[in-house]
């Protein structure tokens, strides 16, 4: 089938967040601009989710509607034939979003007060569903060597070892930094929780965006006592681009973890997703493959062209591989410019939207995230207007 990767969908007037954001920031933005910042695509959806609806949408009732067997059966196989992870679904908790579902383990497995660690510069929604439980960020910074991100495992064994630290909110694949963590690296990750009794609760939300060559592991296969104290968070929302269809589901294999999370859940009066979401994710998980392999070599591509241009043109600008997702986490600071500066010269006169580094983190100062998964006639276009906005 045919996958329409070059036209850019133009979503001005539509209630979406990053068009709206791109307007406010800059309201003199020509039309056929787009944002390159939140982590949704411009893109038309795969054509077999999307006459897939419509061909539901034909006989059906949208009142209160449960989970069938055949939204299960394609999500375990799913999770299966994608990742080799044999999941039962009594071990599947359905959650509106993951970052609702990070907030709900959050207060699950921890009091308030307790430390929860994130590797820095973070995806910004675990900040805010630590401190809005009242519960303490405890930071372990990310660092570079041999030009790749690395963790600290040292730091993290010391701030995992304080005994008001109870809880590890892990991104895997990581965003912003694009790392897709090696087996060996979950492997210790997964040792020092376990020395320190800490439960994980591992965002996976990108976990079939992986680019060639890199392979990911999610973390509960590393074994079964590592199953029995993760919370591992999936969706098809950044694969498909279904984040408005709130579908997640989240993974708990120990019956006393899924008990805590189940009930801290009900608290909420949450108890079902909405009807379109579960066959948006039905069709996704059984349809669309070749469509998400279409994405895969369109953001592996951009990375490439972005990697060189920016090579050939500004130098200076660190273009880190992408292992995984489609967000390019790239480092300005050697051009001297402020934070704000740089978003200035980026919104006002390249017309060109990122997120902006330091939403990350103080750790995130002076680097740009940029979505890759869009056409590339628009980032090159992009890429030519950065450019000449810094005079090269």
């Not at 993951?98 to 007060?113: D, E, K, L, M, N």
């Not at 976990?207 to 098809?236: E, Y």
Request: glycine share 8%; charged share 25%.
């Amino acid at each position: 089938m045919y996958y329409d990767f070059e036209t850019v969908i133009d979503r001005t007037g539509t209630g979406a967040a990053k068009w709206d954001s791109m307007r406010q920031s800059n309201p003199d933005v020509p039309a056929g601009i787009p944002p390159f910042s939140v982590a949704d695509l411009d893109l038309k959806l795969a054509p077999e989710i999307t006459e897939g609806l419509r061909e539901h949408l034909q006989s059906a009732v949208l009142g209160y509607t449960m989970a069938t067997d055949a939204y299960w059966d394609a999500v375990t196989g799913w999770f299966r034939d994608r990742h080799g992870w044999g999941v039962e679904r009594d071990h599947i908790r359905l959650a509106p979003g993951v970052v609702p579902a990070f907030y709900t383990a959050i207060r699950a497995v921890t009091a308030p007060g307790d430390g929860v660690i994130v590797q820095t510069p973070a995806y910004y929604p675990f900040f805010g569903a630590i401190e809005n439980n009242d519960r303490v960020v405890v930071r372990n910074p990310l660092v570079q060597r041999d030009g790749r991100w690395r963790l600290d495992l040292d730091d993290l064994a010391e701030k995992a070892a304080d005994p008001r630290t109870t809880a590890l909110l892990f991104c895997s694949p990581h965003n912003p930094t694009g790392r897709v963590w090696e087996r060996e690296e979950l492997e210790q990750v997964w040792r020092i929780a376990r020395e320190n009794d800490l439960t994980v609760i591992s965002d996976e939300i990108h976990f079939d965006l992986v680019m060639p060559g890199h392979a990911h592991t999610v973390f509960s296969t590393l074994g079964a006592d590592a199953a029995a104290r993760t919370i591992v968070c999936t969706a098809p929302s950044k694969t498909f681009n279904l984040a408005g269809m709130s579908t997640s589901n989240i993974v708990i294999a120990d019956d006393a973890l899924r008990e805590r999370y189940s009930a801290e859940q009900a608290r909420t009066g949450f108890f079902t997703l909405n009807a379109l979401g579960f066959e948006a994710c039905r069709l996704a998980y059984t349809k669309a493959d070749g469509w998400l392999a279409g994405l895969i070599d369109l953001v592996h591509g951009n990375h490439q062209m972005v990697r060189n241009f920016l090579g050939e043109r500004m130098p200076e600008v660190v273009v880190h591989d992408l292992e995984g997702t489609y967000l390019q986490w790239m480092d300005f600071r050697a051009l001297g410019l402020s934070p704000e500066e740089l978003q200035r010269i980026h919104e006002q006169e390249a017309l060109v939207f990122f997120d902006e580094g330091a939403m990350f983190g103080p750790e995130g100062a002076g680097f740009e995230r940029m979505n890759l998964a869009a056409p590339r006639h628009a980032i090159e276009a992009a890429l030519e207007r950065l450019a000449r906005s810094h005079g090269r």
